[in-house]
């Protein structure tokens, strides 16, 4: 497996187009399918699906993207290192709940965008594989909305804490009450995030200790969708306090009053222990800190980033 057969793959993902591959990378078409035959001979699976003139990924070929990306990004930061460029290359691959991709990390992109504008970065959800993936490298650094981590090789940094709340159109019958039990949810459609966060589980967990029949669960991929759901009064959700603020302050939504349980959840950053940490990598995560300080103390919050590792 050759470096120029990883940019050729990446190339040809990137447009999922052979031609618009060649054209970019000045190779004749037949250079391009032979890079391509190469690597799919020696993995023994085929990288794309030929569908008459398009083509897509396969799994392997996703799969092979991701390591392509880190091959391709550790050879540009070993030049840049190296040969002592000024500005750095390579880039960063981060997995993120979506409420924090959506409403904490793009003020800490624009900072790290106008210092590092020739360092790439790839942002997606987390999943199941994620602490496989941060332990192969594939992933540099990822956060989770959890109390906790259960591995001796990954280090957690608590970098801040959450509010949780229960939220529901004003006009919910829960909405009319002065506070609400668990058992008043008996009944309920609840919406919930399908992954990236474990205060999901909390909750179901509470509900089914108390006994509680909802009448069903809905279950997403977007928070923007249970939002919107929530808004017309198909459910109540718990959802984090950055999520909703904005639909709180308008009166879209409001919080279910409920003294029985206080919720909250640790925002953790999360990194391979023996992970190298690269100029760009740790400029990154002390945006993160500064970002996350600042939104703490603005709310009235102690700073929280101590760090320690779970097992």
Request: hydrophobic share 40%; net charge positive.
């Amino acid at each position: 497996m050759e470096l120029r057969q990883l940019k050729t793959f990446q190339t040809v993902a990137q447009f999922l187009s052979f031609n618009r591959a060649a054209e970019t990378l000045n190779y004749a078409q037949s250079t391009i399918s032979t890079h391509i035959k190469a690597l799919e001979e020696e993995l023994g699976k085929p990288l794309f699906d030929r569908l008459g003139k398009s083509v897509v990924l396969t799994e392997a070929g996703q799969m092979l993207l991701r390591y392509a990306r880190k091959m391709i990004a550790i050879e540009q930061e070993t030049v840049a290192q190296v040969t002592g460029w000024e500005e750095a290359h390579g880039s960063i691959t981060i997995r993120i709940p979506q409420s924090l991709s959506i409403y904490a990390l793009p003020p800490v992109l624009r900072k790290f965008n106008r210092k590092y504008p020739k360092v790439g970065l790839h942002i997606s959800n987390c999943g199941v594989t994620l602490q496989q993936e941060l332990r192969s490298g594939v992933v540099d650094l990822a956060f989770l909305l959890a109390d906790s981590i259960h591995s001796q090789d990954l280090k957690a940094e608590l970098i801040g804490i959450e509010k949780l709340f229960l939220v529901s159109n004003p006009t919910h019958p829960l909405a009319v009450q002065s506070s609400i039990k668990l058992k008043d949810l008996d009944g309920a459609t609840v919406l919930l995030p399908k992954q990236d966060c474990s205060y999901k589980m909390q909750f179901e967990q509470m509900l089914m200790e108390e006994g509680v029949k909802l009448a069903s669960v809905m279950e997403f991929n977007s928070l923007e969708a249970i939002k919107k759901c929530v808004m017309l009064n198909v459910g109540i959700t718990l959802i984090p306090q950055m999520a909703v603020k904005e639909e709180l302050t308008k009166k879209q939504l409001v919080i279910l009053t409920w003294p029985e349980k206080h919720l909250e959840t640790a925002i953790l950053m999360i990194r391979h222990k023996n992970k190298w940490l690269s100029p760009s990598l740790q400029a990154f995560m002390d945006l993160v800190r500064e970002n996350m300080r600042a939104g703490n103390d603005k709310h009235g919050k102690t700073n929280c980033s101590n760090s320690f590792s779970m097992s």
